[in-house]
């Protein structure tokens, strides 16, 4: 049974850092693209970007520039971060396996963005 | 970016009636491979998303047969023949054809 988990932190303050990790469990993380989706509040679903082991790598141009996703393959983790943070930033984070076609999600964590 | 155009954005449905969401892609989702990525999720209340039909028709395991996915180019349709309570939530499409993909603005399902 494939299982993710995202951890990080629930509060960011303005213009920091935002940093995700998903832990994939039950797969490979070299098998698959993996994604980052977001859901702010009362809102719609928002492609961050995916990954793959082979470098592989895409960012939704809306986030400009401001995305790194990296995977730690050891550790079957990938990661997100995503600098200079808003208030626009907030919402519940996603890590997917898959990019095209998600299948399996994580159970999301909250993010929110407030001094 | 390609814009995905869920239609209705609500839907209060009978228990035991039919049910039907169309999403509309501004363009058509045929990838050069030949496939249509073209998604269905149903999201229920304080939960994640679940895929419930990828490539227009495709149900994944455990997605009952009352509920399935047809559609082409850029027209495409989500029905579900009997409601169930079960199925509450929010319902989105999602095209994987063009990058960045895209979501529809998600069709909330409520029971009258």
């Known amino acids: 049974q494939v299982q993710l988990q995202e951890s990080g932190p629930g509060l960011v303050k303005p213009s920091e850092t935002l940093s995700l990790t998903c832990t994939v469990s039950?797969?490979?993380?070299?098998?698959?693209?993996w994604s980052w989706i977001r859901q702010p509040p009362g809102k719609g679903l928002e492609l961050i970007g995916y990954i793959y082991h082979s470098g592989d790598i895409n960012y939704n141009p809306s986030l400009r520039g401001r995305v790194t996703m990296s995977i730690d393959a050891p550790k079957n983790q990938f990661s997100l971060k995503l600098t200079s943070v808003t208030a626009a930033d907030t919402a519940v984070y996603y890590c997917?396996?898959?990019?095209?076609?998600?299948?399996?999600w994580g159970q999301g964590t909250q993010v929110t963005v407030s001094s | 970016e390609v814009v995905m155009t869920q239609s209705p954005l609500s839907l209060p449905v009978t228990l035991g009636q039919p049910a039907s969401i169309s999403c509309t892609s501004s363009?058509?989702?045929?990838?050069?491979?030949?496939?249509?990525?073209l998604n269905w999720f149903q999201q229920r209340p304080g939960q994640s998303p679940r895929r419930l039909i990828y490539e227009v028709s495709k149900r994944d395991s455990r997605v009952p047969d009352r509920i399935s996915g047809s559609g082409s180019g850029t027209d495409f349709t989500l029905k579900i023949t009997r409601v169930e309570a079960d199925d509450v939530g929010v319902y989105y499409c999602?095209?994987?054809?063009?990058?960045?993909?895209?979501f529809g603005q998600g069709t909330r399902v409520e029971i009258k």
């Open positions: 999602m095209q994987g054809t063009h990058w960045p993909w895209t």
């Open positions: 997917v396996r898959n990019t095209r076609r998600p299948d399996y």
């Open positions: 363009q058509s989702l045929v990838y050069s491979d030949g496939n249509i990525y």
């Open positions: 039950g797969d490979s993380i070299s098998t698959y693209y």
